[in-house]
DNA sequence: CAACCTATTGACTTATTTGGTTAATGATAT
DNA sequence: ATATCATTAACCAAATAAGTCAATAGGTTG
């Protein structure tokens, strides 16, 4: 809405970091988050992060939107809801989070904490929170309604097991994650490759056990037939 | 370690419910935590925390102990590790996880969340978190390890799926924490019948996909010959 | 060099919050 | 009544909060 020009057109990398920093600092809630911890943080001094954003207030509303307008246009927007393979979906979509996780660390959380934050304290920005709350929640279901449910064996319970892909996902993603912070520097792009290794075989073992019985005879049973969408990596 | 005798022969209502509004404001790091936040939350006067704890560091101390100590004797303690089924096991653990979240609510998470903070951060009761993780981890890998594989198809990796029926679980426990965070009052016990029932297909889900299949005869693919263990629901 | 402009600093202010204290009060049993 | 206990709420000095502003750094133009 207000003209945030001049912190804008910084350069990218000092731009980010004064993001990253304040948006790290949000995650615990508005009003915990220091300002003097955000410029410290930042490597910037306090007057410049007040010229650029005049209240405390004002730097989170522009967060917020900032990060909703990032995730739409580098998240939401880019998930293919009308693949039909579930599986395929959902680790391209898995694939959209992790590259906007390394860019912005924390706006997955920041966002998720600050809706949930608007609902039950202080009102802060409630109604974009909640539009892009629902607009989530809607490609979630689209993806879900476009599902082609007769990859699945006619056997078990569909419903059961999308949820349980999606869960492993992200159980996935969070124990990795987890399992990164421990270490940090040069972390993410050194154990990315071993990262989806490991990811493609539990998705292959997803496959395995939900779908049914592709008709190949190759012998082995570690090649099967599908391609995964090529995604910016 | 120290004497904690006058806080500790409270009345137990009281007693949890200053242990719960400490470990919630807890949660978010020892710094930012407010002793007024916590006494307010509490419902008591803040003259009678200092009379207990002495200082905002030995209260933290002494949750740090306590919920070593009551994770261990109702939770870790109990789960039996020498369970063949895993998903017998991950079951019932889920079960006695739950049951303890529901007197303690933030107990894991101020565990998890001090571990973290002491590994990273200022220096405060690392010895015991240490000890604690490290127990946790063992008995994990003690239910793995007595995990009968033979239970599971030849035809799958079986680190993958006991992968993937753990994020399972947890994931399930966590959509379900979060959808009744949002309406509180009487939630727990009332879609607690619910939450069971969806929970046990979801287990079925896992059974008919990962385990070999049994010798029954009975057409219906619902009725699979297992026995889950009775825990104190 | 001088003049100018914008980006940036960090010491500073004022108000609030902090952890912690203490004198007074309420309650209970002898 | 009195002694003993738990409990309170006002209080304190020190720290921290958000926000300000005069001064400086750095570059561009003349």
Chains 1, 2 share one sequence.
Do not use: C
């Not at 980010?16 to 955000?38: C, P, Q, V, W, Y």
């Not at 409630?126 to 056997?155: G, P, V, W």
């Amino acid at each position: 809405m207000d003209d945030f020009q001049k912190f804008l057109t910084l350069e990218p990398e000092k731009r980010e970091r004064i993001i990253n920093a304040a948006m790290t600092e949000f995650l615990h809630g508005f009003k915990k988050a220091s300002t003097d911890n955000i410029v410290r943080e930042a490597g910037i001094s306090k007057g410049l992060l007040f010229h650029y954003f005049g209240t405390k207030e004002r730097l989170f509303n522009f967060l917020i939107d900032y990060a909703i307008d990032t995730v739409k246009a580098e998240y939401l927007d880019l998930v293919n809801i009308y693949q039909p393979d579930i599986l395929d979906s959902i680790w391209q979509s898995s694939l959209l989070k992790k590259d906007l996780s390394v860019r912005f660390p924390s706006i997955f959380d920041f966002l998720t904490n600050s809706y949930v934050e608007a609902k039950t304290g202080v009102g802060v920005a409630t109604d974009n929170l909640e539009r892009f709350t629902q607009m989530s929640d809607k490609i979630i279901t689209e993806i879900y309604a476009h599902a082609d449910t007769s990859l699945f064996r006619d056997d078990i319970d569909k419903k059961a097991a999308m949820n349980i892909i999606g869960w492993t996902m992200s159980g996935y993603s969070h124990a990795k994650i987890m399992e990164s912070g421990e270490n940090p520097g040069a972390d993410a792009r050194e154990n990315y490759d071993q990262y989806l290794e490991e990811f493609e075989k539990i998705l292959g073992v997803l496959r395995q056990v939900f779908y049914k019985k592709t008709k190949v005879e190759s012998g082995e049973p570690e090649s099967i037939n599908y391609k995964l969408k090529e995604v910016t990596v």
